[in-house]
């Protein structure tokens, strides 16, 4: 009871905080504030010292009723220079804002800190909040797509799923995740924040930004910083929604009843059910059970926020709710959202606290048999109807022995019974920081990450055909709950002093802990009483538990120094300890050097068009303990009965061998970076090259299975990667005259290549029909697919013969038969044939983004795509493998039926080595997508008589055109969910089983501020 009374004391305290002041003789005082471009609306306009405020409407104009005659005015607007004017009694002051170049270079967020963008010496991409809100997302994660190079994210079209995100590429064979930090608390996500709450987003890529979180570094760092209230800002409220449909109009072309007849008839495999007469009403069925899966779902999202402050304290609180509907039937997601930031400084003093809390539910993709949705809407009968009120439960499926397959009926196993993953997800903090003698800084912070979840799943008995292929005579209820707490303490000491005019220095002291516990209770039972009750019972019953903790210890220190700006220096020095390595390998070091020369600061440069121009370059290294927890201690497992003298007796046996030789995972970083300014930042430029190396990769190694261990793997240090890339971000900004433009593009490549495996030939992964499709060996990329090469279909037994003449008598393959490679040249086809044919990961990652204003119009235009990354297309396998009387692609009524009638697809029912993993399967997946489209008219404030500072209207469409020669529905390959929502690892990455697809949306959106 006491530590749930100390949370709900802990959050209590979250929410404590706002603000209050004052008056005297009155005056009424209003003009007009512009810039070198003429009105500047949105500029805040405060009393000094209170509360009391406004925002210029669009034509710049203010009005300040009843203000004290002796009053100073403070007019602040962010990348201008704050100016404050005595009023002296005054009853109209016009301001001119003056551009603030210091203020245009940007403070930006670093580990621990922040950096004047002109003083940062590493790989770091901006993400201002407009770019993130332009887009309506589920997810916060899936704003990061194409917003800056070197970020590849792989988005999944399942509502509430998150996506797939990598900084610079595949580093290791392990968890390739960046580490988020939420301000300041190093975070499990971002998935559930508002994307409306968040101020900007930080990516931190090279070891000078990222080895200052040590072990936590080497996927890169994403630091979200959200939103607070400003310093001298009268209170604000802004209301923002819209309301739209999301649907997916790419269809596979499959077999209609009449086709699918006629091709069952011509390769002899007729089933009763088209045969017999008692079956005939079936055949006047056509049912398209891809347009029985998919819909036009709903998308609504509505926010609110309040902010404000004054000089002692500032304040945000904001809500927001949104829900989408799958494209696919029965699933959704559906989430609130609350926060609360506030600051409260008292002389020297500052404390504050930061504070979101999450609802969410996701109603996700079901699967069946190991199929996906999509993949049953390709195979099953198209003469079936979906319902039949005859049959158990509501549904007609297909039954083995009169329809000759076994695929299930998609719309039955989405919509019967009902499947959902609810959580509730807190995360904040509570600081407090202190200023000795203006150089000295100490703050103490500690942050809080919170989830708990429960996922369940309920199945009421059905039998959907005449033999019960696809039947259950029981309900089904599965029951998972969990408890996730992650708790951080962070103390820091900052000394920062300038010295001999130009010599300048930063130096930091940091100390900090996280501990991360997990539980978690997972149940299941059924009933063969009743479908109405959903609830756990002995009957079947089956449980089981966990629990983990774990430990990570720091301490950094780190030197920034820099000379007139001109030249700039910075190093760290952190050193961990993780639980998850044996006592005499937990401690590791991770250290970084970095430096760079601000050519644009030198005086041979006065006068140029450069006002930034920018070399810089770091090397350190980071590390990585991205592993289960206890590896290094072998473990037992409980859940197992032996009969002992007739009677069942629960067992206990080796779960794996533990390694206490375990040590971290370490990346060596090297990065080089050129910064361009041209015209006072009209035109940006960014370069970068990185090299990174990893040593000492955690891998699981397989085991013999005569060992006995039901875990047949050890996680050892035996392996090598290099990754090596470009990127670069080129800007342009035109904002003279009523039309103003702007537009950025950004694009990265990525190259990867295992060094060493630590003598392991090679790591399986993936596997498909029998077969490992993907799998990790030297020389090669990361989870590359391997399988065949073919070249084209046997057309006569001659060709045959040329190619097996090992076994020139075999007759399993036959005329119409894939042609496989014989890559050894040995006269047969076997494993030893087998090399890379595809590569998952792109060459190539872009994004494009097109801002343009014409009066009160806007409009922006966000374009990304994927160059050089393969698909494995496991749905090629349904639509053309022909294996069994499954539905298929219209492409085999196109099939081999003869000497040359096709070189592509093989003969029906044909060897079983036509459905080996080949090169038949893989596809490129290059795609240029059409991400957002927005055009939106903003209103004049005397439209409304000035009751609104802002009121704007938009129309947006997301994924509209997609160019791409991929044949599947969507090239873009994310996380397939099946087995109640359980990713696949990453072996997985770019594989096709019937994914759920993006769709297309179109929105019509409202914003408004008072």
């Known amino acids: 009871m006491g530590k749930y009374l100390l949370k709900f004391n802990f959050l209590m305290l979250l929410f404590f905080c706002q603000l209050s002041l004052a008056q005297d003789n009155k005056v009424t005082v209003s003009g007009t504030v512009e810039d070198s471009a003429g009105p500047l609306p949105g500029v805040n306009v405060i009393v000094k010292g209170t509360s009391t405020g406004v925002t210029t409407d669009f034509d710049g104009r203010y009005v300040l009723e009843d203000i004290p005659a002796g009053s100073t005015l403070v007019f602040s607007y962010l990348s201008f220079k704050t100016q404050e004017i005595p009023l002296n009694s005054r009853t109209e002051i016009n301001v001119t804002m003056e551009s603030d170049t210091q203020s245009l270079e940007d403070v930006v967020v670093v580990g621990y800190g922040t950096q004047n963008r002109s003083e940062v010496t590493g790989a770091i991409s901006s993400i201002d909040s407009e770019e993130i809100a332009s887009v309506p997302v589920a997810t916060a994660?899936?704003?990061?797509?194409?917003?800056?190079?070197?970020?590849?994210?792989?988005?999944?079209?399942?509502?509430?799923?998150?996506?797939?995100?990598?900084?610079?590429?595949?580093?290791?064979?392990?968890?390739?995740?960046?580490?988020?930090?939420?301000?300041?608390?190093?975070?499990?996500?971002?998935?559930?924040?508002?994307?409306?709450?968040?101020?900007?987003?930080?990516?931190?890529?090279?070891?000078?930004?990222?080895?200052?979180?040590?072990?936590?570094?080497?996927?890169?760092?994403?630091?979200?910083?959200?939103?607070?209230?400003k310093g001298t800002q009268k209170a604000s409220l802004n209301f923002d929604a819209y309301s739209g449909v999301n649907f997916v109009s790419s269809r596979y072309n499959v077999l209609n009843t009449q086709q699918y007849i006629q091709y069952l008839d011509e390769i002899d495999a007729t089933p009763t059910r088209v045969s017999d007469p008692q079956y005939a009403d079936f055949i006047n069925?056509?049912?398209?059970?891809?347009?029985?899966?998919?819909?036009?779902?709903?998308?609504?999202s509505y926010n609110l926020a309040l902010s404000g402050g004054n000089e002692n304290s500032n304040y945000r609180f904001s809500g927001g709710y949104l829900e989408q509907e799958g494209a696919i039937i029965e699933t959704g997601y559906e989430r609130f959202n609350f926060r609360a930031n506030s600051n409260f400084h008292f002389g020297n003093l500052t404390i504050g606290e930061t504070l979101g809390v999450s609802f969410d539910e996701q109603n996700p993709e079901r699967d069946s048999g190991g199929r996906s949705i999509i993949e049953h809407a390709i195979k099953i009968s198209p003469y079936l109807p979906v319902y039949n009120a005859d049959n158990l439960g509501g549904f007609q499926g297909p039954s083995s022995s009169i329809d000759g397959q076994d695929a299930e009926n998609p719309v039955r196993v989405q919509t019967l019974g009902n499947a959902s993953n609810r959580s509730v997800n807190i995360i904040g903090s509570l600081f407090a920081e202190y200023v000795f003698f203006d150089k000295i800084t100490f703050k103490s912070q500690v942050g809080l990450d919170y989830s708990n979840f429960k996922n369940t799943n309920f199945i009421p008995s059905y039998r959907d055909d005449e033999t019960s292929t696809n039947s259950t005579p029981y309900a089904q209820i599965t029951k998972n709950t969990g408890i996730y707490q992650s708790l951080t303490y962070t103390n820091s000491l900052t000394y920062k002093d300038s010295f001999l005019e130009n010599h300048n220095i930063e130096f930091l002291l940091l100390s900090e802990q996280q501990t991360i516990k997990n539980e978690s209770i997972n149940a299941s039972s059924r009933n063969e009483i009743s479908d109405e009750v959903e609830q756990l019972s002995l009957e079947g019953a089956n449980l089981g538990s966990s629990s983990s903790e774990y430990v990570r210890i720091g301490y950094l220190g780190r030197l920034n120094y820099n000379y007139d700006k001109k030249y700039l220096f910075a190093f760290s020095l952190r050193r961990d300890a993780s639980s998850r390595f044996g006592q005499s390998n937990r401690w590791g070091w991770f250290t970084s050097v970095s430096a760079g020369w601000n050519l644009g600061r030198e005086r041979f440069m006065d006068g140029s068009i450069f006002n930034n121009l920018k070399l810089r370059g770091s090397w350190g290294t980071t590390g990585n303990d991205n592993i289960g927890d206890y590896r290094y201690s072998s473990t037992l497992l409980t859940n197992f009965i032996y009969p002992i003298g007739g009677n069942p007796v629960q067992g206990t046996t080796a779960n794996g061998l533990g390694n206490a030789d375990l040590k971290w995972e370490e990346t060596e970083m090297r990065n080089i970076g050129l910064d361009v300014g041209i015209n006072n930042n009209q035109f940006t430029l960014s370069l970068e090259y990185y090299n990174n190396k990893s040593d000492d990769l955690l891998i699981d190694r397989p085991l013999a299975y005569s060992l006995g261990y039901n875990d047949p793997v050890i996680t050892e240090n035996v392996g090598s990667v290099k990754t090596h890339g470009l990127e670069a971000n080129l800007g342009y900004n035109d904002y003279d005259g009523d039309f103003t433009w702007s537009a950025n593009l950004n694009f990265g490549t990525s190259k990867n290549e295992v060094i060493s495996l630590g003598g392991v030939p090679s790591i399986p992964g993936a596997n498909f029909e029998g077969e490992f499709v993907s799998r990790i060996s030297v020389g090669e990329p990361l989870f590359y697919f391997y399988g065949y090469k073919t070249n084209g279909i046997y057309q006569t037994q001659e060709e045959i013969e040329e190619v097996l003449t090992a076994n020139p008598d075999q007759t399993a393959v036959?005329?119409?038969?894939?042609?496989?490679?014989?890559i050894n040249n040995d006269g047969q086809i076997n494993s030893d044939d087998k090399v890379k044919i595809g590569n998952p990961y792109p060459d190539f990652t872009f994004g494009f983004n097109f801002n343009a204003n014409y009066k009160n119009f806007d409009l922006n235009l966000f374009v990304n795509g994927s160059i050089g990354n393969d698909v494995f297309n496991t749905n090629i396998y349904d639509l053309e493998g022909m294996t069994r009387p499954f539905n298929a692609g219209t492409q085999v009524l196109n099939r081999w039926t003869g000497p040359g009638t096709s070189n592509s697809i093989p003969r029906a029912l044909g060897a079983t080595q036509n459905t080996n993993a080949s090169d038949r399967y893989v596809e490129d997946g290059s795609y240029t997508r059409l991400r957002n489209l927005v055009i939106g008219y903003s209103f004049p404030s005397e439209f409304f008589n000035d009751t609104f500072s802002k009121f704007r209207v938009y129309l947006s469409g997301q994924n509209l055109l997609t160019l791409t020669d991929y044949s599947g529905l969507d090239p873009e390959i994310g996380r397939i969910s099946l087995n109640n929502g359980a990713a696949r690892d990453n072996f997985e990455l770019g594989i096709d089983r019937g994914n759920y697809p993006q769709p297309k949306s179109v929105q019509i959106g409202l914003q408004v501020a008072f």
């Open 141 to 229: 994660d899936q704003a990061l797509q194409g917003r800056a190079p070197g970020v590849n994210v792989v988005n999944s079209g399942a509502p509430g799923n998150s996506p797939v995100v990598s900084i610079r590429g595949l580093g290791t064979p392990n968890n390739n995740s960046p580490l988020y930090v939420i301000d300041g608390i190093i975070a499990s996500g971002m998935g559930d924040l508002n994307p409306n709450d968040i101020e900007n987003i930080q990516v931190l890529k090279d070891a000078a930004t990222t080895a200052v979180y040590g072990s936590k570094g080497s996927n890169g760092v994403v630091l979200i910083t959200t939103k607070k209230g």
């Open 814 to 822: 036959k005329p119409g038969d894939v042609r496989y490679v014989d």
């Open 285 to 300: 069925n056509d049912t398209d059970w891809q347009d029985e899966i998919f819909r036009g779902g709903l998308m609504q």
